[in-house]
């Protein structure tokens, strides 16, 4: 299985701060990642798929990037609605994972 | 605007098959694929498998002998069932939509199973 890696698994921030999430894969996914957010006692909620493109109605203060086996996770200007906890997925391989999650917590 | 909702029984217990049901709402399951995640107490996400309108599936090999998933296109559902669950199977279960891309892009609300005699 293709491990996926998020760093840093919590993360302290204030409302306006530019926040970088990092997730990293074990072996080449290409670009077949996504990024979620969950908020507590909620469901996933897809922002990002094929590493860099916004999922409709996902606000643009939030963006993806990378290829390979390094992938980000940027929130340019943090919102109180953003405090919740982020993961990765691949799709690339089968069985598809997810990193381990990041949370983001209000500093 | 499709929506997912789990449904099955919250609490199967020690080695019997747990069986949980996403009804599709809003839009076809037709040409899509549909996938079953799930997520133990204050923990990550788990994939467990896929099935496509098709009928054809793809399974988690951790799970495999273990998972069954099914489509009813009449009854716009598909199922899953996981057979002799132990405690390590207690989770939050979710239902979710894949495009042929395999992101899940819709999610189900999810359902609470517990393990327990």
């Known amino acids: 299985d293709i491990q996926m890696t998020q760093s840093p698994s919590t993360l302290s921030a204030s409302v306006g701060d530019r926040v970088t999430i990092t997730c990293r894969a074990s072996?080449?996914?290409?670009?077949?990642l996504a990024w979620y957010q969950q908020k507590p006692g909620k469901a996933p909620k897809l922002l990002i798929y094929?590493?860099?493109t916004l999922e409709s109605g996902v606000p643009s203060r939030f963006s993806g990037s990378g290829s390979g086996t390094e992938f980000t996770l940027t929130i340019s200007s943090l919102q109180p609605d953003d405090f919740a906890t982020y993961y990765c997925q691949q799709y690339n391989t089968s069985p598809w994972t997810f990193g381990q999650g990041t949370k983001v917590e209000i500093k | 605007q499709v929506q997912l909702q789990e449904s099955g029984p919250g609490l199967v217990k020690p080695s019997e098959t747990l069986s949980l049901t996403c009804t599709v709402s809003g839009g076809s399951i037709s040409n899509h694929y549909w996938s079953w995640i799930r997520q133990p107490p204050g923990k990550g996400l788990e994939w467990i498998g896929y099935?496509?309108?098709?009928?054809?599936?793809n399974y988690n090999p951790s799970l495999k002998s273990r998972v069954t998933i099914s489509v009813d296109t009449s009854k716009n559902q598909f199922s899953l069932k996981l057979s002799s669950v132990t405690a390590a199977d207690t989770a939050i279960y979710y239902c979710?939509?894949?495009?042929?891309?395999?992101?899940?892009?819709?999610w189900g609300t999810g359902t609470t199973v517990t393990v327990s005699s």
């Open positions: 094929d590493a860099s």
């Open positions: 072996q080449s996914i290409s670009r077949w």
């Open positions: 979710a939509r894949s495009s042929t891309s395999y992101y899940m892009d819709i």
């Open positions: 099935i496509h309108y098709s009928g054809s599936t």
